[in-house]
């Protein structure tokens, strides 16, 4: 919980192995109440042997790391933290990309990861892959992220439609990811987060389980045990990947 004069951030979240995967790939972190910097990021990892459990975590360290060390130091305005967002993802991918090659195990390992940073009433958000940021304003959620998937590619095309998408059997296969080549081009955008709204963070082991109209149920009915609701539902739908959520109230 976070509390600036009168402002309050309120932040919780739960990662889960699912029903049927050996080990969980998904990794986040969330920040605690005294932090200066708000931050909090999710990421889903991929990769044969133990890679997408590494390039998770490894994305999200060097990221949070890399804010850390620079936010002190940059000008305030939208354009500064935008551009240190995406500086923070290229930072991620360059030490993911280069751990892959050190090891033929990790090799092709990657990941996707979604940074929120929230600061004056503003959410600064970086995006690659298919994991999604949500904010829920008075009665509707609205997507924030496009996800950089195959699938989203031929719905924008107007190849498919969104109905027929939630069932295609490459619905998994990503255009882009976090560690997979040496260069990257994430989504950076800022959105507004006023007083009472909540962000919702999500790895598509829960999205590809739960309806948006249950994540918003959920969300909005008992904000604290959302992210254990919406996991134990996810499971109860089937579980068939890692789930991770993370919630984020301006109280």
């Known amino acids: ?46 990769g044969g042997y133990n890679g997408g459990e590494i390039a998770s975590k490894l994305a999200i360290q060097s990221a949070k790391s890399y804010i850390e060390n620079n936010f002190k130091d940059i000008p305030k305005d939208k354009e500064s933290i935008i551009q240190l967002i995406g500086s923070s993802m290229e930072y991620a991918n360059m030490i993911v990309y280069e751990k892959s090659k050190e090891n033929a195990e990790l090799e092709g390992m990657g990941t996707t990861l979604d940074i929120c940073l929230i600061y004056n009433n503003k959410v600064f958000i970086g995006h690659i892959g298919d994991s999604r940021v949500y904010r829920i304003r008075n009665e509707f959620l609205r997507k924030l992220t496009q996800d950089h998937s195959y699938v989203q590619k031929l719905v924008k095309d107007g190849t498919i439609t969104k109905e027929e998408a939630e069932h295609h ?83």
């Open 1 to 46: 919980m976070l509390n600036r004069g009168e402002k309050m951030i309120k932040a919780y979240a739960k990662s889960d192995i699912g029903k049927v995967r050996d080990v969980n790939q998904d990794y986040y972190y969330i920040s605690n109440s005294l932090d200066e910097i708000q931050l909090y990021m999710l990421a889903d990892g991929m």
């Open 169 to 251: 059997p490459q619905k998994n296969m990503l255009m882009k990811a976090l560690g997979c080549n040496a260069f990257v081009e994430p989504d950076v955008m800022v959105k507004g987060f006023l007083k009472d709204d909540i962000l919702l963070m999500s790895s598509d082991g829960l999205t590809n389980m739960v309806k948006p109209e249950d994540l918003l149920r959920f969300a909005k009915k008992d904000f604290e045990q959302a992210p254990k609701e919406l996991v134990n539902l996810a499971n109860e739908n089937g579980g068939y990947d890692n789930i991770t959520v993370i919630v984020i109230k301006n109280i």
